[in-house]
Nanobody
Framework: QVQLVASGGGYVQAGESPRLSCAAS????????MAWFRQRPGKAREFVAA?????????QYADSVKGRFTISRDNAKNTVYLHMNSLKPEDTAVYYC????????????????WGQGTQVTVSS
């Protein structure tokens, strides 16, 4: 069993660069692929970024965040991060971290473990 706790959200100005964290307990994260998803108001949950297990050599991004967001993992700290740059009001959402065995994917239903979500609100 893996417990995930996301943090780092809040109210930010457009253009700011906050960092979200996802800390795990219960098991080490190193053997899990990790991902960030988000749910914007009135929309379905959508893929943001994913990083492969172990050394994180395979990374994927949604087109909407490519070049602005960076996912990284620190296996020693059992934590995954989402560095968000050049935020826009349309990035306002609840951000969720998720873990799965195997390869990282873009499909929420393929992730077994989920954090509770952290709200990011971007004002213009």
């Amino acid at each position: 069993q893996v417990q995930l706790v996301a943090s780092g959200g809040g109210y930010v100005q457009a253009g700011e660069s906050p960092r979200l964290s996802c800390a795990a307990s219960g098991r080490t994260l190193s053997s899990y692929a990790m991902a960030w998803f988000r749910q914007r108001p009135g929309k379905a949950r959508e893929f943001v970024a994913a990083v492969s297990s172990w050394g994180g050599g395979s990374i994927q991004y949604a087109d909407s965040v490519k070049g602005r967001f960076t996912i990284s993992r620190d296996n020693a700290k059992n934590t995954v991060y989402l560095h968000m740059n050049s935020l826009k009001p349309e990035d306002t959402a609840v951000y969720y971290c998720a873990a799965r065995s195997g390869l990282g994917t873009r499909i929420p239903g393929e992730y077994l473990y989920w954090g509770q979500g952290t709200q990011v609100t971007v004002s213009s």
